[in-house]
């Protein structure tokens, strides 16, 4: 694809769940959220919040938008929209992203364009090109994951990475040990995303006489629905899912399933305004009866996991 149409919305915070859902059932190959931009927003404290969307170049965008907007009952709005050249934006995002590590045993690398000819101090090296996905490994709430998966994934396990965006912890879990991994997301250029990035890992690490088992390393274009297509999973030892609270709490029974068969789960996504009440929400589901909810924060975002 060599252009897509970006489209920019405002719209109430407390509507942005719906709003997302909507243009990702109506043709959008992927989302974002503004969490904070000078001079334009502070989604963090405002009762408003900019989205984003990509689509195909020839999106119906203006009609789509007045539609949605009258048929979800929102009047107060505000959008644009422009064409963008999609080689040059990977060309600016590769550029400014460079190798950097993460946690005690990861380096990051945005592409083989950028890998350091000497790296004598991170084991593990993870190549990430995150395209349009979410999942550069620079947002504190990745951190996060990234720092919890050295310390908790053992060899032998099995991972579930919902909302796996570019696959960075999919990927993650593989190289720590795992042995069977499904990486699942909503969004079609994340899935894209994930695939290649699986793809040049693989050939990276295989090059390295590294060899790990990529063959159990799924990637799917999906929602929590996706449990309920496979019958045959009836226990995963870890789930992860670095998601916004809302989308947990709007996807609340089915996601109970997934807490049902895990041994041990992890979520982050959460900003410091919200955890305290979506810690007492976790602690009120049943799956959860017995278990212990821990956290990690790092500038003010949030992680919970089991024990």
Known sequence: MEKFLQLDLKVPKDKSDTVTDFFLRSGAISSAET??????????????????????????????????????????????????????????????????????????????????????????????????AFGTGQHETTQLMMEYLEDHVRPGMSVIDMGCGSGILSIASLILGADNVHGIDIEELSYEASEQNKGINADFHNASNKKLPWDQLYFYKDDFSWLGKKPGIKHIDLFVANILPGVFQSNREVFRNYLSISGQWVLSGIYRNVSESFLTWLATLSENEGRQIRTMEKNGWFLFYSV
């Open 35 to 132: 969490l904070y931009e000078e001079g334009k927003t502070n989604n963090l404290d405002n009762d408003d919040t900019w989205l984003q969307f990509a689509f195909r170049e020839e999106y119906p965008v203006t009609s789509v938008v007045v539609m949605a907007m009258e048929f979800l009952e929102i009047t107060d709005y505000e959008y644009h929209h422009q064409i963008i050249k999609t080689a040059d934006i990977l060309a600016k995002l590769e550029l400014s992203l460079h190798p950097f590590p993460v946690g005690k045993s990861f380096l990051l690398v945005p592409s083989l364009k950028n890998m350091p000819e000497e790296n004598p101090y991170y084991p593990n090296i993870i190549i990430i090109n995150p395209a349009f």
